[in-house]
């Protein structure tokens, strides 16, 4: 008696079955709010344990690392067997190293985004440019330096060296440069070529004169996302560029360096004195956590600036 | 007539600059497959593959890559189970349900935090996370399969986050509205609208995943154990495939069968990195026109 309301028309229900099924419409509500808090809860609690995570993992190294460092450890040579002194050729291995990448990445990776920017049309060569870059972009670090192995170490005789590990790195980088550098020249507004093109410049001067300079800022955020990593990547480098102990600074691009990354892995799984050495290792990770994080986030500046400059 | 010579030489010089990817990517399968060719010839594919002994330098020799294959697999499933739902339930959260303000935070926090080098999670790994798991689940060694799952699922998260938020956010706008103006409520809106027409991005996103934690090396280097077993429990030390070919690269001597065995090793990685990369390029594919063709 009391649930039969359905069918029944609403201007002849009683009383009694209207409160009825405004009752029952008030439950489903409450079980729908009540849904969606609870779901809502676990998703928030999601995120809590990701970003958690990540701030654990942050937190202990710079607890642990910030214990050694100092002035000495970031401006001296290693002493002892690797057990005292500081990380200095590391860090400065690390620079060259970077620098050695972005030299040979930043030509190559700014002018493929011009091309397929700017010039390129639509068809079967640019869909095999841009498989080219998409699977480049996903191969594993650790094959990347054993090609460098192959070809650069031995193959071409530059042994393991800077040169080697440099050219290893900057392919790695390559793709993250283009697909930055290309962003932002198609974030170039049309207007600007169309009125570089009205004046009777041709289509390299307008790119030159009108789309690369509003461009720069964006593509110069890529770079620095690309130095970020080339910094903090090991695998590439293990067998191409760097070695645990130097005995003395690199005097040119065929020799052989210490490195940031490398440092913290040799420093926790060769040596004879782990008791010494884990400490170390644990500064060095807290300065490459600086270095890469430092200049990430400077590029997310430079890109939050940007966007609010347009 | 000097401009147009000039036009045309930057032309050709920006053709063959932006074929550079192309040839890298070319150059790194014939290294491999030229390297890696001697020792399937010699072993075998099928016994390169699944043969269970992987003895490099023992004489005679044992070239069988299962347990380094099993234990690449092993790994990245149990990274997967930690960062899939964990990432794509955090994506939901910031694209749907953070306020816009703490979601323009949060966003850049997580895309800083994917450029945390691997070494350094794998130090963390190794010093922090293995002993606690070592006395937690009392084992003689903390260097184990779940370990290394934990720290790559870890380490796929803000991948996993950063990716399927971007698809989510993707969704129109008038998806939303149309679905609030039937009368259904925010979570309603996001499981049986958003969540459905984002789908294939956040596909996207495991695939993404999976990939980077398949070929991920220096964690799995130092926190996986080393093992070369084929793995039973996931608490056991493995030794995935990338840990085995960073290991043993710089001994191997040069044109000896283990350096082949190294570049097949490779080979093989390389091509299940390829079949995930070029997965997700479909789907990502099939998402934008679907976005685009409504």
Known sequence: MKTAVKGVPLGRRTQEQVRGSMVRADKRHRLRANTQAAVFFLMGAALVITLGFLALLVAFVASRGVRVINWTFITQMPRNAMTEGGIFPAI?????????AMVFATPLGVASAVYLAEYARQGLLVRMIRTGINNLAGVPSVVFGLFGLAVFVKWFGFGVSILSGGITLGIVVLPTIIRASEEAILAVPRSYREASLALGATRWQTVRYAVLPSALPGILTGCILGVGRVAGETAP?????????????????????????YHIYALVTEGTHPEAQVPIAFGTALVLLALVLGVDLLAIILRVRYEGRR | MRHRFREKFIHAVLVMVAFS???????????????????????????????RDWYPTHEPPSFGTLPLIAASFLVTMGAMAIAIPIGVASAITIAQVLPGRIRGIVKPVVELLAGVPSVVYGLFGMQIMAPFVMNFFG??????????????????????????EDAISAVPGTYREASYALGATRWETISKVIVPAASSGIVTAALLGIGRAIGETMTVLMVAGGAAVVPTTFLQPVRPMTATIAAEMGEAPVGGSHYHALFAIAVVLFLITLAFNVAAEHVTRRFKMKVAGT
């Open chain 2, 21 to 51: 990817s192309l040839v890298f990517l070319t150059g790194i399968m014939l290294v491999l497959f030229k390297e890696g060719l001697p020792i399937f010839q010699k072993v075998g594919v099928a016994r390169f593959v699944l043969g």
């Open chain 1, 92 to 100: 400065l291995g690390t620079f060259y190293l970077v620098i050695a």
């Open chain 1, 237 to 261: 480098i293990m067998c191409t560029a760097a070695t645990f102990f130097a005995p003395r600074l690199p005097g040119s691009v065929f020799d052989e360096v210490q490195a940031l990354a």
């Open chain 2, 139 to 164: 084992l003689p060694t903390g260097l184990t399969a779940l370990t290394a799952s934990i720290i790559l699922g870890i380490m796929a998260l803000p991948t996993v986050v950063s990716i399927a």
